[in-house]
């Protein structure tokens, strides 16, 4: 009997501290979303991609952070990772860059160091 009312004043508690403290449940609700959007970004990136233009280039990005870069017929391989919320880094032929990426579903956005940006088109 003692332990039943333990477990009723300590479910008591929070709920009265999850209803009397809204704060807490909106910023939880809110870490919760921010985390799936960066997750959901992180595999977004997954799959080929195309670059239009006068030049095609091809990347593409596996699950396990492996990269491969085509151009005028000639493939590199390498390795990505994320290294901020939107920075990823690719290591390609021994050569490190830092990409500030958008993502969505159909477009692939990467701008570098030096501001350039190339804009892929998912294949």
Known sequence: MV???RRYRSTAWFAKTM??????LLSTC??????ACDARSHQQIVGKWQAGGAIKVTAE???NGGAQLTIFGQTVRG????VGDNVLQC???GITT???IRVSATELELTDERNQTIVYDRR
Not at 19 to 24: G, Q
Not at 30 to 35: G, K, N, R
Not at 79 to 82: K, S
């Open 79 to 82: 390795r990505y990772e994320w």
């Open 98 to 100: 830092r990409y500030r």
């Open 3 to 5: 332990a039943d009312r």
């Open 61 to 63: 990005f596996d699950r």
């Open 30 to 35: 809110l870490l919760v979303s921010l985390a």
């Open 91 to 93: 290591r390609l032929n």
């Open 19 to 24: 209803i009397t403290s809204p704060v807490v």
